[in-house]
């Protein structure tokens, strides 16, 4: 499989995760401490949507390193704009580091999401003990926690902007490829302050975004932008 090849399919691989995470998350109330509230923490959907989050925050930076690698040996056989390719791999390298602290910040809050939140509630079930529940906020707010998080998803931001000028800078077809993506990205911190509709239609954003730059991704023995 040529770079270009898997370098798609990480994109499209990326996309997919961050849709699954919304979609298989299960979505309890979480305004009262409840024994659905309980359940929906310990079952197996729970690790599952969650793995798929963390699938899709580390497939980010392979993808964005292959994109940098084919914008890098973008030569002549790719129609006279190897120049201006060449200048989009060096914004990609800003985002590629941008995007792998990121998301190594990320993916430690949602292992305590997956791993710590499932434990205390299996506590609480086992125990009857509703009110356990309670650690739950207790440990999604610790404060190293809530700012390696947010630390994490504005460098994922910030990565996003800087592909979506990479691309336009590379003239990719179309320039704008890497822009809903970026929205995606840049969203990423806003949209889990909302409910499971608006976390829905932010994944399909992010897939979408992801399938995009995707389909925008030529070898250097492809045919490149047009001059």
Not at 124 to 146: H, K, S, T, Y
């Given at each position: 499989?040529?770079?270009a090849?898997w370098?798609?399919v ?7 995760s961050?849709?699954?995470f ?16 309980a359940?929906?923490?310990a ?9 798929c989050g ?14 940098r ?6 030569g ?6 190897g120049?201006?390719?060449r ?22 809050y ?5 791993f710590g ?8 079930l086992?125990d009857d003990?509703?009110g356990?529940l309670?650690?739950v906020?207790?440990?999604?707010m610790q404060?190293?926690?809530v ?5 994490g ?12 000028v990479?691309?336009w800078r590379s ?10 993506l970026a ?11 909302g409910g ?5 239609t ?15 991704v ?9 001059r």
């Amino acid at each position: 499989m040529t770079t270009a090849r898997w370098t798609r399919v990480a994109f499209v691989a990326a996309g997919l995760s961050f849709l699954l995470f919304p979609l298989l998350r299960p979505w309890p109330d979480e305004t009262a401490a409840t024994t659905e509230l309980a359940t929906a923490f310990a079952s197996d959907r729970w690790v599952v949507a969650h793995l798929c989050g963390i699938l899709g925050l580390a497939l980010l930076a392979p993808a964005l390193l292959g994109l940098r690698t084919v914008l890098a040996q973008a030569g002549p056989a790719d129609g006279g704009g190897g120049a201006a390719y060449r200048a989009g791999a060096g914004t990609v390298t800003w985002a590629l580091v941008t995007a792998w602290v990121g998301a190594g910040c990320a993916a430690l809050y949602f292992g305590a999401e997956i791993f710590g939140i499932r434990t205390i509630a299996e506590a609480a079930l086992r125990d009857d003990d509703l009110g356990l529940l309670a650690d739950v906020e207790v440990l999604r707010m610790q404060p190293w926690a809530v700012t390696l998080f947010a630390a994490g998803l504005l460098l994922l931001a910030a990565a996003g902007v800087l592909l979506a000028v990479a691309l336009w800078r590379s003239g990719a077809r179309p320039r704008w490829a890497g822009v809903p993506l970026a929205i995606g990205l840049v969203l990423l911190l806003p949209q889990f302050f909302g409910g499971p509709e608006v976390r829905i239609t932010h994944g399909f954003l992010v897939a979408a975004g992801c399938v995009l730059v995707a389909l925008s991704v030529r070898g250097s023995s492809e045919p490149g932008p047009s001059r």
